[in-house]
């Protein structure tokens, strides 16, 4: 089993539509969650940290269930800004806090 | 603020030959990490350095791979007798994880190190 597992993608979209993705962590003892974007081509950047409450920072929401091990993103009223690939990251455990595991991430095509 | 800086940011070697990859933290980040991403698939943990910690070489492919950092700055990733499976971006990521935290700080990358092994 990999570490981080996201959905297969590509995800295709209309503008405006509300696309949901999921993830889950096989390390019960990770600490740290975190949403990642990445463009074609570019190096990954840092979408949201994902907090044990839940989180949402403008049209982006996030949710940790740590009992499952599951992450989701929800993308409410998505742009064609938007289109990039979703990559879920998760902490190591232990000793090794300060290592991220990157799961394969999920491509976001919306389209006009 | 001056953000990762990776150099060169395109590298075209012949299969055999060694490569050296730099790395420019952004600076008083302590951690500093190089992942490796192939044509169209995730990122791949290389190594991982914080501070005077050993480093936590686990994901280095082979002992082809190699890397150093000096102090809290600069890191060398070496690949000796370049294959062609070794061709990918090479990306550096740094953050401030403090020492001995079971958590992690947001990691910055760099634009990476498009390597071509022909």
């Known amino acids: 089993r990999k570490e981080v597992e996201q959905d297969p993608g590509p995800f295709n979209v209309p503008e405006g539509a509300t696309v949901a993705f999921n993830c889950t962590y096989s390390n019960s003892a990770s600490q740290s969650f975190f949403w990642y974007r990445q463009d074609c081509r570019k190096e990954p950047k840092l979408l949201m940290s994902?907090?044990?409450s839940g989180n949402e920072d403008g049209r982006f929401t996030a949710q940790l269930n740590r009992a499952s091990q599951y992450i989701s993103l929800l993308i409410r009223d998505s742009k064609l800004s938007d289109s990039a690939t979703y990559l879920c990251v998760v902490n190591g455990p232990g000793n090794q806090g300060g290592k991220l595991i990157f799961g394969q991430g999920t491509e976001l095509s919306v389209k006009p | 603020g001056a953000g990762v800086s990776q150099s060169p940011s395109n590298k075209v070697t012949e299969k055999g030959k060694d490569v050296e990859l730099r790395c420019d933290p952004i600076?008083?980040?302590?951690?500093l990490y190089w992942y490796r991403q192939r044509l169209g698939q995730g990122l791949e943990f290389l190594i991982y350095f914080q501070g005077n910690s050993a480093p936590d070489k686990s994901g280095l492919p082979s002992d082809r791979f190699s890397a150093e950092r000096t102090g809290e700055s600069v890191s060398t990733l070496t690949i000796q007798r370049t294959q062609q499976e070794d061709s990918a971006v090479y990306l550096c990521a740094s953050s401030l994880a403090p020492r001995g935290s079971t958590s992690t700080d947001t990691q910055y990358f760099g634009p990476g190190t498009r390597l071509t092994v022909l």
């Open positions: 600076s008083g980040h302590t951690a």
């Open positions: 994902v907090y044990s």
